[in-house]
């Protein structure tokens, strides 16, 4: 059986922070360039531009509805800023952005703004062809030969149960059917359990299947899980994947790399004082919210 838990990916970026419905509302979308962008509508005196519109699409990013494409997914965003730049006029009309707090909040998303247009520079120049050819053929050397059979399981509560599916099985009942008809694996047709690797199963279950050539029975095994009568289909080694089916993954752990390396050399040049001890068991600082979404390097 697979293990009950996934192993987790090093995280080499931090998520993009969300920015806050008091923020939005007090904040106008960037319009410097309201004189080439195409004015789609009008609040109080306000345009709001293509470029408003552009700008507000990639800061709500997942948030926005995924069934909503083309023209819907932009009347969508557009009726948001109309909204948005409602609920700044009449945030302005109460002083809610005469407060201190708001300064500082303020100066916060100016810095964040800042560093994810940095970031994002960072990005466009790293990924290249030729960076990301090498990544896919560091990670595909460095990956050593890996076996992974084809497996098919009867899972049952007891040894009995499990002694009495073999010995049909023995008798020339075909596996596929006796697993239908008495496991307890609901997440298996016919005990089909795919292709995988060792460590992809319960230490119990992975010893013994990995002992079997293909075409033979194991007796009963028992594991976490219940007891096991495991036949294996069929044995390969592992193939590396093609760079095609991993591009994305690759150009994305070569975009998180170079913005991490990016801000460890500012962490290096700059003068940082502490007033306050960090956490023992502190992490090393990964690069920060703007980044791209967390990648490994690719695997197979």
Do not use: C
Request: glycine residues 6%.
């Amino acid at each position: 059986m697979r293990k009950r838990y996934d192993a987790p990916l090093r995280t080499l970026a931090a998520a993009l922070l969300a920015a806050t419905a008091l923020i939005g509302a007090a904040a106008t979308p960037a319009a410097a360039a309201a004189g080439t962008s195409k004015v789609l509508a009008t609040v109080n005196g306000s345009d709001i531009t293509e470029d408003d519109v552009r700008i507000a699409t990639a800061d709500l990013g997942p948030a926005l509805p995924q069934q909503l494409q083309g023209p819907q997914r932009e009347a969508y965003v557009l009726d948001y800023l109309i909204d948005l730049k409602l609920a700044a006029g009449q945030a302005a009309q109460e002083k809610l952005g005469d407060n201190p707090e708001f300064a500082k909040k303020m100066a916060y998303y100016h810095d964040k703004v800042l560093m994810e247009d940095l970031l994002g520079n960072i990005a466009k120049t790293a990924v290249t062809p030729e960076a990301e050819k090498k990544v896919y053929d560091d990670a595909a050397k460095a990956q050593p030969p890996e076996t992974e059979i084809h497996a098919r399981h009867i899972l049952v509560p007891t040894e009995a149960e499990a002694k009495a599916a073999l010995e049909r099985v023995k008798k020339g009942e075909d596996f596929a059917k006796v697993a239908d008809e008495v496991s307890k694996d609901p997440g298996s047709q016919g005990g089909d359990l795919g292709w995988f690797t060792k460590d992809k199963m319960v230490p119990e279950f992975a010893a013994a299947a990995f002992k079997l050539e293909p075409g033979q029975v194991s007796d009963p095994v028992k594991s976490e899980f219940g007891w096991h009568v495991i036949k294996v289909e069929g044995k390969r080694e592992k193939a590396f994947p093609p760079f095609d089916q991993v591009k994305d993954q690759v150009a994305r752990y070569v975009a998180q790399k170079a913005q991490s390396d990016d801000i460890s050399k500012l962490r290096e040049q700059a003068k940082i004082v502490r007033n306050t001890p960090a956490p023992a068991a502190a992490p090393t600082p990964a690069a920060p919210a703007g980044a791209a979404p967390a990648a490994d390097a690719p695997k197979p």
